[in-house]
């Protein structure tokens, strides 16, 4: 056989036993448990007990165009009298003592749209189980809403802090740099409207944040732990082979509120009409493979 012969076969030979080894290495990808977030104006309007709230009479409400939202914690629980903090924690936050009682690190928070995916874990780090419940606290929501200005009707975005307590150096708003460098606690807003911005407080406790459970597993006063319920419970088994999906749907019927001095169902800055909720008004959590 001539010299360059044994050549060509050799080097095919070597590349089939390089290929080959190759095809053994790879491993198919571990499957995962997928987190998404959605955002409906259409869900059902809660309150603070998981019942259905209407607007109460003075004040006036909105469905805001939610844009992306961060939350800090989120569990899942076996049953209605499971402890917060007892239940399968899939993810926590990062916190900060930079501005002094510890605090919602918001520079380092983790933030998704409509759709998105927030959180993305193998499902090998789930206990496997059934779960018919579970918990998010909330820390951030970003939105657009309408106001009326001088007789118009405009449109600015609304940045509200729903989380028990922000640490925040600066953020960005609609192109606008805000600065803050210190603890917020829930309830504080910032708006940006034509270039212009402003900011406040919510009153204390007035952040709506729906909990079926609130006599069998209550919140801490200040949280923003919104629980919602599995409708025929989510099952880990511990044997699946396919990534998994929950896509956590939240109410944003009208949730954002304000208390009216013009009767005209239209915020109005201007006119005095102050904020008194911004807290997300339910949630419902959906399985899909």
Same mark, same amino acid.
């Given at each position: 056989? $001539? ?11 070597? !590349?089939?036993?390089?290929?080959? &080894?190759? &095809? &053994?290495?790879?491993?198919? @990808? ?5 987190? $998404?977030? $959605? !955002? #409906?104006?259409? =869900?059902? +309007?809660?309150?603070? =007990? ?6 109460? #009479?003075?004040? %006036? ?6 844009? +992306?939202?961060? %939350? ?13 903090? /007892? ?19 918001? =520079? ?8 998105e995916t927030f959180l993305s874990i193998p499902l090998s780090d789930v206990t496997p189980g059934t779960y018919n419940w579970v918990r998010v606290s909330l820390a951030y929501q970003e939105g657009d809403i309408d106001l009326l200005v001088d007789g118009n009707d405009i449109n600015g975005t609304l940045a509200s802090f729903v989380g028990y307590n922000s640490f925040i150096s600066s953020f960005d708003l609609n192109g606008s740099s805000i600065d803050v460098n210190d603890n917020r606690l829930q309830g504080f807003w910032a !708006? ?21 459970? !609130? %006599?069998? @597993? ?16 989510? /099952? ?14 939240? @109410? /944003? ?10 009767? #005209?169902? $239209?915020?109005?800055?201007? %006119?005095?009409?102050?904020?008194? &909720?911004?807290?997300? +008004? ?8």
């Amino acid at each position: 056989m $001539k010299p360059i012969v044994v050549t060509v076969l050799v080097s095919l030979l070597l !590349f089939c036993s390089c290929s080959e &080894d190759n &095809d &053994d290495t790879i491993q198919p @990808s571990e499957p995962n448990l997928i987190i $998404k977030l $959605k !955002f #409906d104006p259409m =869900q059902e +309007r809660l309150n603070n =007990q998981g019942q259905p709230s209407t607007v109460p #009479d003075g004040n %006036a409400a909105q469905s805001p165009i939610m844009s +992306r939202m961060s %939350a800090n914690y989120i569990e899942l629980a076996p049953e209605a009298f499971t402890a917060l903090g /007892t239940g399968e924690i899939l993810f926590e936050g990062p916190e900060t003592n930079i501005g002094g009682a510890t605090a919602i690190d918001f =520079q380092n928070a983790v933030f998704a749209g409509n759709n998105e995916t927030f959180l993305s874990i193998p499902l090998s780090d789930v206990t496997p189980g059934t779960y018919n419940w579970v918990r998010v606290s909330l820390a951030y929501q970003e939105g657009d809403i309408d106001l009326l200005v001088d007789g118009n009707d405009i449109n600015g975005t609304l940045a509200s802090f729903v989380g028990y307590n922000s640490f925040i150096s600066s953020f960005d708003l609609n192109g606008s740099s805000i600065d803050v460098n210190d603890n917020r606690l829930q309830g504080f807003w910032a !708006f940006e409207a034509l270039g212009f911005t402003s900011q406040g407080q919510a009153p204390e406790g007035a952040t709506t944040v729906p909990n079926p459970l !609130f %006599a069998s @597993s209550p919140i801490p006063q200040g949280s923003c732990v919104v629980t919602g319920q599995f409708e025929n419970g989510f /099952t880990i088994t511990g044997n699946e082979t396919q990534s998994v999906e929950v896509t956590l749907s939240f @109410s /944003t019927n009208n949730s954002f509120e304000w208390i009216e001095v013009n009767a #005209d169902g $239209k915020y109005e800055p201007a %006119a005095g009409e102050q904020v008194v &909720d911004m807290g997300l +008004r339910g949630l419902i959590p959906l399985v899909s493979n």
